[in-house]
């Protein structure tokens, strides 16, 4: 994926668009705030790319696991089945560990390679998982 940068306006309308189509109302949207920001920071920055079937694709800045994982793609729908099966053995209370599961759900990576990110990495990709909690 090449990094290409793009006006703020555009990336807002585009975090919109996505935000629309999961049907995130507005005080979820107030809530979620932050998160939303950095979404529109990273796809303005070029880390973050909407495609046309509301799959985000985030360009790691620093790859990861021998087989150097440089994307993440995350499916624009989640069904439960799918996040339980990424969650399962966690200790209860476990939130960081609760958060690398549903991003593992939602890009179909290991949950072990989810943990390896970067924390400048692993905020974009919590900033998307966010609104599947």
Not at 19 to 36: D, S, T
Not at 64 to 84: C, H, M, W
């Amino acid at each position: 994926m090449e990094n290409k940068k793009i006006a703020r306006e555009a990336a807002e309308a585009e975090v919109n668009s996505w935000l629309e189509y999961k049907k995130v109302n507005a005080k979820k949207r107030e809530v979620y705030n932050e998160n939303i920001e950095i979404l529109i920071d990273s796809i303005s920055e070029g880390y973050l790319v909407l495609e046309e079937d509301k799959t985000f694709v985030q360009e790691l800045r620093y790859p990861i696991g021998k087989d150097e994982v440089t994307t993440l793609r995350f499916k624009p729908r989640l069904k439960v089945s799918t996040a339980q099966v990424c969650l399962q053995g966690l200790k209860p209370g476990d939130a960081e560990g609760r958060i690398c599961g549903y991003i593992a759900a939602l890009t179909v990576q290991d949950r072990n390679i989810i943990r390896e990110l970067d924390t400048e990495d692993f905020e974009i990709a919590r900033s998307i998982a966010i609104f599947f909690l």
